[in-house]
């Protein structure tokens, strides 16, 4: 009877083991990071400064405080004037972005976030997040940042 609990365990195991791989192949689970949108506003009058004329697409920098690398992002145009950040939280990492307009810092975004899997699920979990060096506020309901510059 020992003889055959030996090999008996052994297979138990190769069979958990090799089912785990299988066992996320039939799960459709991916869950992108969150993409951080801002809506540059006048502190005093609330209206947006692209759309009002104050900057242009061509004038926004995006870049990483450690090193002043490019961060790639996304101006929407039209009617919307939207800054977007769709680069952040696709791996682990503390992100310092400054974002300058005509050539001058209007503020910091600071992001502690760490890609994580768990029960084949991918996602992104934010441990900090803060705007520095502009007044600002979240809408939770759309999802974007409203930063207050003073003009």
């Not at 365990?9 to 993409?35: H, Q």
């Not at 994580?116 to 979990?125: A, I, P, Q, V, W």
């Amino acid at each position: 009877m020992k003889k055959l609990l030996k090999p008996l365990v052994l297979a138990l195991l190769m069979v958990v083991l090799s089912c785990s791989d299988k066992d996320c192949e039939d799960i459709d689970c991916f869950t992108p990071p969150f993409i951080f949108t801002f809506d540059i506003q006048d502190k005093e009058s609330g209206e947006n400064l692209f759309e009002n004329g104050t900057y242009t697409e061509d004038q926004i920098e995006v870049v990483n405080k450690s090193d002043g690398s490019e961060r790639a992002y996304q101006f929407i145009g039209g009617e919307i004037n939207f800054l977007r950040i769709p680069s952040i939280g696709w791996e682990t990492e503390i992100a310092e972005v400054v974002i300058k307009l005509d050539g001058q810092e209007a503020f910091t975004l600071f992001v502690d976030v760490e890609r994580l899997t768990e029960n084949c699920c991918n996602f992104s979990k934010y441990n900090e997040t803060r705007i520095d060096n502009a007044d600002y506020e979240y809408d939770q309901q759309r999802e974007i940042y409203r930063i207050y510059l003073e003009q």
